[in-house]
């Protein structure tokens, strides 16, 4: 009898790892995701990337050697990869988190990086987003940089059904510098109040009155 617990265990396992090696290889194309799902043909792994052409390559050369890598090192039965472009790459963290790293990777100063994204978030529909750049930044003492807007959650339920987070590391010349992005998403949250007009408050109080 397979033990259940152990296979989703060992799923889930098996998943970050493949996440954490598509992420440090394709950062640069705007890696934002991986998902795994097992068919009775083979195993089935959707990436999602901001710019896909970078992942599938030329003729679908990364896509060949993708497979080979999937079988040999990750041990996934007959992949049939797919990759597939994010809807708004501006609400995924792990893209915003990328995307400032390849700025500062280009010579974009660190603030000018983060308020361009910051920007964007917010003009995509976000909530609020916080971006925290750390290093050396200005001097040889590390430090860091907090660039925020809007509402960004930090504990509680909204935090865990509404806050996107991502963090990601870039190498530069004065050293290792860290990105680490938070988004709060569109929905409803637990803090949120309507104010209701004077004509709808008399449609409420019936139904009101009848669940109380």
Not at 2 to 20: C, M, P, S, T, W
Not at 82 to 89: H, I, R, W
């Amino acid at each position: 009898m397979v033990n259940i617990k152990k296979y989703f265990i060992e799923l889930g396992i098996q998943r970050v790892a493949v996440d954490e090696y598509l992420a440090s290889k394709f950062w640069r194309a705007g890696y934002a995701g991986v998902d795994i799902v097992r068919t009775p043909l083979g195993t089935r792994v959707i990436i999602y990337a901001a710019r896909p052409g970078m992942i599938i390559g030329r003729r679908g050369q990364n896509l060949r050697k993708l497979q080979v890598v999937f079988e040999k090192l990750f041990n996934i039965e007959n992949p049939q990869i797919t990759v597939v472009e994010v809807d708004n790459p501006d609400m995924n963290a792990r893209v915003v988190a990328f995307n400032i790293a390849l700025a500062l990777e280009r010579g974009v100063h660190f603030r000018r990086a983060g308020y361009i994204a910051l920007r964007r978030v917010m003009n995509a529909g976000a909530i609020g987003c916080e971006i925290i750049i750390s290093g050396k930044l200005t001097s040889e003492r590390a430090r860091y940089e907090k660039l925020k807007a809007g509402k960004v959650y930090k504990s509680g339920e909204q935090s865990l059904q509404l806050i996107d987070r991502a963090v990601t590391h870039v190498l530069l010349k004065p050293g290792v510098y860290g990105v680490e992005v938070l988004i709060t998403k569109p929905g409803i949250t637990a803090d949120y109040v309507e104010i209701l007009p004077p004509e709808k408050v008399k449609e409420k109080i019936p139904q009101l009155q009848a669940s109380g």
